[in-house]
């Protein structure tokens, strides 16, 4: 049985999937022992990490599959990866399709913003026609080698051009065939109520969870009584390891030294258990001649 195989069946389940955003093999790694069931590799978050720039479609594809392929060769998890717009037009969305799914991924996001985009919750987003995304996911649809690939449908236009219009947005995508809808940056407790009683009945919806963004903050156990079945927290790895490395450097550009701070980090035999540094020796002296 195929990774995407089972996400799909594992959407078909009751209980809402929790997906942490990744960035690359390590916090795939640390999440997988964690217990988490699927993972998000967030666009914003590889701009974030490998860039050090702002989410503004920067990031390319094949820094996307390098990153995924990285992933997906060190843990065993379902992976939903942000492809972004697919990187241009319908040709671009078949190529990016293909090489994701390559790359091991079960589930691919598109949205509807012009290319170059930027983050679900910054302003100034513009969007392409509806009738110019359809031809995208169906490009999507079309390009997967297997149908258990799947194909989740993002819409920007809450911000852009209300509430009503990214519901007839998501019904328009919906009806493409796509497995999976995803409408971003929901203002209100009341609008995701309204998102989920017009399509939680007919596909999965995936809530996304930013801190300090324009949706309200829920736990996943909320999110899944309103009827959502994914809920990602995308970036809040990236702002989390931020958040440590500035203290870090801080403290080790004060005290000259990182004794102050051993209780707060893994030290070289600690790192080389979660990594699984004895494990590789092992294996490695399978191999070796007598």
Request: charged share 20%; aromatic share 6%.
């Amino acid at each position: 049985m195929t990774e995407p195989l089972t996400f799909r069946r594992r959407l078909a389940q009751a209980g809402i999937v929790l997906a942490p955003g990744v960035y690359d093999a390590l916090s795939a790694l640390l999440a997988e022992q964690a217990g988490f069931e699927a993972l998000y590799l967030s666009g914003a978050s590889i701009a974030y990490t490998r860039l050090g720039r702002s989410d503004v479609g920067l990031t390319t594809y094949s820094e996307l599959v390098d990153t995924l392929a990285h992933i997906t060769e060190r843990v065993s998890l379902p992976v939903i990866v942000d492809a972004d717009t697919g990187f241009g037009n319908a040709l671009n969305v078949m190529r990016t399709v293909r090489g994701l799914e390559r790359a091991g991924a079960a589930m691919i996001q598109l949205e509807d913003q012009t290319f170059p985009k930027r983050c679900g919750h910054l302003d100034g987003k513009t969007l392409v026609p509806t009738a110019e995304m359809v031809g995208k996911l169906k490009a999507a649809l079309d390009a997967r080698g297997n149908a258990n690939t799947l194909i989740l449908a993002r819409t920007d236009a809450v911000a852009v051009e209300g509430l009503e219009a990214a519901f007839e947005r998501a019904q328009a995508y919906l009806e493409c065939g796509v497995d999976a809808l995803f409408i971003e940056a929901l203002q209100t407790p009341a609008q995701m109520d309204a998102a989920c009683q017009r399509f939680a009945g007919r596909v999965p919806l995936l809530a996304n969870m930013v801190e300090g963004g324009k949706t309200p903050l829920q736990s996943a156990p909320e999110l899944q009584a309103r009827g959502f079945r994914i809920a990602i927290f995308p970036g809040g790895t990236a702002r989390a390891v931020a958040h440590t490395l500035q203290a870090y450097y801080a403290n080790l550009h004060l005290h000259q030294t990182t004794s102050g701070w051993r209780d707060k980090m893994l030290d070289f035999d600690g790192l080389n258990k979660v990594i699984g540094t004895s494990e590789l020796f092992a294996t490695g002296k399978r191999y070796q001649a007598p």
